[in-house]
């Protein structure tokens, strides 16, 4: 159960598109199609942003997207906006009723 | 909209109990398995706990196993956590959080209390 690794931080212009890796195990992103990505404001509540690799929920902007790559999984945000800083999580199922997260990764606009 | 409101954090001394109510509304609550997750301050998020929908199976990450109980009272649309032999390592931000109907995400999550260990 070792937590996912993801950059401490990552930084973009409005307008600019950023990537943040989230990279675990055969165990866990690399053995399911179960990664989902949290946006969290200070102080508040994570919001889901992508579920199964790449799928959005209802309502969320398709300037999110999803991604993975054998043991690593990928959320990219395009036509950075100011509203688009926080910090952001990814989580991946790791069988048995059991999740493991990311360190999370706070992005700067 | 679906409602998750935690209650019950506090501060407590190393080695005490606590326990946490998570009261859930407008979706059928026992129809969704229902998990704890926690922040410590300044850190990431870490899964702790999962009941399944009926409340006979239960899964706890190794950090807590032994220590802490997840139940859940289906008549109350109430998730509880019953924390015990609490370390200073315990201290997070609690989130309580819907599991999707498909069991691979946690669709929706309520605002968090805050469990504080400390002597």
């Known amino acids: 159960q070792s937590a996912l690794t993801q950059p401490a931080s990552v930084s973009g212009s409005p307008g600019q598109s950023i990537t943040i890796s989230c990279t675990g195990t055969s165990s866990d992103v690399g053995g399911y199609n179960y990664v989902s990505w949290y946006q969290q404001h200070p102080g508040k509540a994570p919001k889901l942003m992508i579920y199964d690799v790449s799928k959005r929920p209802s309502g969320i902007s398709d300037r999110f997207s999803g991604s993975k790559s054998g043991n690593t999984a990928s959320l990219t945000i395009s036509g950075l906006q100011a509203e688009d800083e926080a910090d952001y999580f990814c989580c991946s199922y790791a069988g048995g009723s059991t999740w493991v997260f990311g360190g999370g990764t706070n992005l700067a606009v | 909209e679906v409602q998750l409101v935690e209650s019950g954090g506090g501060l407590v001394q190393p080695g005490g109990s606590l326990r946490l109510s998570c009261a859930a509304s407008?979706?059928?609550?026992?129809?969704?398995?229902m998990s704890w997750v926690r922040q410590a301050p300044g850190k990431g998020l870490e899964w702790v706990s999962t009941l399944s929908g009926g409340g006979g199976n239960s899964y706890y990450a190794d950090s807590v196993k032994g220590r802490f109980t997840i139940s859940r009272d289906n008549s109350k649309n109430t998730l509880y956590l019953q924390m015990n032999s609490l370390r200073v390592e315990d201290t997070a931000v609690y989130f309580c959080a819907k599991v999707s109907s498909v069991t691979t995400f946690f669709d929706y999550w309520g605002q968090g209390t805050l469990v504080t260990v400390s002597s």
């Open positions: 407008e979706f059928t609550f026992s129809n969704y398995d």
